[in-house]
């Protein structure tokens, strides 16, 4: 296999040479090195999705009673926080004298703020005008120091930001050498694997399976299902049929442990789909294991969650077109009855529409839109997290695929 050093010269001059896991009997430790994603943007295809985390930006300072001598007029704020730390860095913006966007970060309320460089212009993450600037996020406990992206939209009056970093590194799994890429997600500041992963919708690492110098982020295009290069670090992975999963991701992401699994069951690509039973709205049962013997599409999804209802226009032509052909349409909503109802009067729904439970959401977590396709044995064979707008398209494929096998 050819190793993405071999590849891209970009690389060698961002960072050190990969350090090289090697496997023992059960477990293979990797060493990572720190990155800039936008150094290394060739790397993905499609383009790493934007994954953001942040807030709305409010009125007042109550916290920060220095920062009235630096006169930023009109000012605004936002208070970063992280799941795992207790550093809270807080944003301000603001006009000067002249009239021009200024913008600090304070480290806490007792630190003297600290000027930011804005520039302006279009922002992806965003997808319109924004100011946007970069902030080091200080050492608060086991919490290493981080540098990471904000966007501000006045507009929209939200500031939001995502992580300018990235781990690389490679590993022998199997006898052959796969470079790994690891992606931290925005709401955390260490790379450390806390124990629920509900949470964890942007947290993922890949590996470059076919050896062709780049990591596949989604199954763009693709209807070999099962040659997806990304994957969720709480989930089990195959290589050459063998269960794999993460055990250990250092704080830092300078190392982790991968080791053997047995593991059979999981919402993971080439795994069995777990057991779910779900309720529909005329309150009979739908038992997952019991519509095996043809394809399943499933629509994890809320009605808060605009991209969501924006899909469904589109879902619903899915569902017509293969009206006469064997598969199952779920759509498994993460609502009361109270909230679905109303909703799908004004939006209709042409899935079997069903409500989740607590076992539901532990499975499916708390990131929608979610689509998942499982085939006829009961495996899963696609599994997308948030809004595409060619969706439909791609679930056409699978579904295709798995048909034309029948």
Known sequence: MKS??????????????FSCGVAGAESITVKMESVR????????????????????????????QSVSGLEIHESLHARLSFLDSPAEPIFIVGQDNDGQDIAFAVADSTAQPQQLRLTEGFSKLVGAEALQTELTVPLAGQVPEFKLKLVLSHERDFVRHRNLELRLGEADIGGQRYAIALVRSPGFGTYTLPPDSLNLISYQYMIDRDGDGVFLTSLYGQTEVLEDEAFWVNEPFLIDGQAYKLTHISATGDQLVIERSDQTVALAVGFEMPNVTVTRLDSSAIDLTALRGKPMVINWWQTFCGPCIKEIPELNELVEKYANRDVEFLAIANNEMVELTPFLEKHPFTYDIALADEEAVHVFGQGYPRHVIIDGDGKVVYDNLGYNPDITDRLDRVIGSLLSEL
Not at 7 to 15: E, K, L, S
């Open 4 to 17: 993405l050093k071999s590849v891209t010269i970009p690389i060698a001059t961002v960072a050190t040479a």
């Open 37 to 64: 994603e936008d150094s290394v943007e060739h790397l993905f295809q499609p383009m790493l999705m934007p994954f953001m985390s942040g807030s709305e930006l409010r009125e007042g300072l109550p916290e920060i």
